[in-house]
């Protein structure tokens, strides 16, 4: 079932897919791998530790809210920070990153809608937190990503508008925007990164 998953997203070449692992057993997870997944998305610490020692072949993202205290095991088990919601934390990671000799690829994490149940940076806001998170040395920014409201997939789309326009003034590299349920709708408006679990796996049981 997973392979006729992967097949039939239909996700052009040139868009990154981040396959959304959280809750999935190594054994799902290898099965997408053997399938050509080349990306997995985890959004807690503690799956990843368990996980990862046993997936070495892939890269690997964080896309989940990252405490203070966590982001020194972050700096070490992942290649992406997406989740970026805060110039504190961006200086975190900064500081954990260098301890390790290492530069840390993040994305900034942008509250598009400006939803109160939602983490990161207003729109507003974002051009000023990527200026200062530019002096850090020990992070890159590479680009942004974004969680349209729960709406209608179509109902998206003015939201994922927004983030490309704000994208492109940036010249960044990755716009992460897309999931299951809009991921086709955020691909029409330009996303270039789409993290997608459910279309993969199925329903996620909790
Ligand atoms: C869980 C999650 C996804 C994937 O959601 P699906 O609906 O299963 O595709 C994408 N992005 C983030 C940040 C997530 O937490």
């Known amino acids: 079932m997973i392979k006729e998953n992967i097949a039939n997203l239909g996700i052009p070449k040139n868009v990154k897919l981040v396959c959304v692992t959280k809750t999935r057993s190594v054994e799902e997870i290898k099965q997408a791998i053997e399938y050509g997944v080349k990306c997995i998305g985890e959004n807690r610490i503690h799956e990843a530790k368990e996980k990862f020692p046993l997936l070495p072949e892939v890269e690997k993202h964080m896309i989940g809210n990252l405490q203070k205290n966590k982001v020194k095991s972050a700096v070490e088990l992942f290649d992406m920070i997406q989740s970026v919601n805060s110039l504190k934390l961006a200086k975190e990671i900064d500081k954990r990153s260098a301890a390790i000799e290492k530069v ?5 994490e942008v509250n598009v809608a400006d939803e109160e149940s939602k983490q ?26 974004c969680m349209a409201p729960w709406v209608k997939a179509e109902e998206t789309r003015p939201y994922f508008k927004k983030m490309k326009e704000l994208f492109d003034s940036t010249k960044l590299k990755w716009l992460s925007m897309g999931m299951t349920n809009d991921y086709k709708v955020a691909i029409e408006e330009g996303s270039n990164m789409v993290r997608v679990g459910t279309a993969i ?4 049981k909790y």
């Open 104 to 108: 840390m690829p993040i994305l900034i």
């Open 120 to 145: 990161g940076i207003t729109v507003d806001n974002t051009w000023k937190v990527i200026k200062e998170v530019l002096e850090f040395q020990n992070v890159k920014i590479e680009g942004l990503m």
């Open 201 to 204: 796996f199925g329903e996620r």
